[in-house]
């Protein structure tokens, strides 16, 4: 995850890496605090290199999130409505008319089961650029799928 492309994250996005960097602390303060009281009583080796292992495992955490904030930009509260682009909100209709409403994302906050996309993803992939009343055609696996945009917001 070590990289330094710009990434492009919603105002929700860059509030919930800075959540979890909250949380990280949290967790570390208890370890650290039960690392010194496993000391004092002395108990098995194993204990204590299991503390030290997750103690690194989320300082690593920390330091690959605060690289992300470091190198993310917030996207623009209004977007272009013309053509599809990342932090767009499209609502897709497939052919038997259901209504499908998905925001664009950078990778790091896509969550499909919350309506957010990858713009890496093929269906994110084949919507940038696109305007509204144009069709897209998915094939994924041997299923080809049409949907088309009918609104940009």
């Known amino acids: 995850m070590n990289t330094t492309t710009d990434r492009y994250l919603t105002r929700r996005g860059v509030k919930n890496l800075k959540k979890q960097i909250t949380k990280t602390d949290k967790e570390l303060t208890k370890l650290e605090n039960s690392l010194k009281t496993t000391e004092a009583s002395k108990d098995s080796r194993f204990v204590i290199d299991n503390i030290l292992s997750r103690i690194e495992q989320l300082k690593s955490e920390k330091r690959e999130i605060k690289q992300v904030l470091a190198n993310s930009k917030v996207l623009p509260r209004k977007r272009d409505r013309l053509y599809v682009a990342l932090g767009s909100i499209v609502d897709l209709i497939d052919a ?33 650029g696109k305007t509204i009343q144009e069709t897209i055609s998915l094939t994924i696996g041997s299923r080809k799928t049409e949907l088309q945009l009918v609104a940009i917001r």
């Open 96 to 128: 038997k008319g259901r209504l499908m409403t998905l925001m664009i994302v950078d990778s790091i906050e896509a969550n499909p089961s919350n309506g957010k996309i990858s713009a890496n993803s093929p269906l994110g992939e084949s919507l940038i």
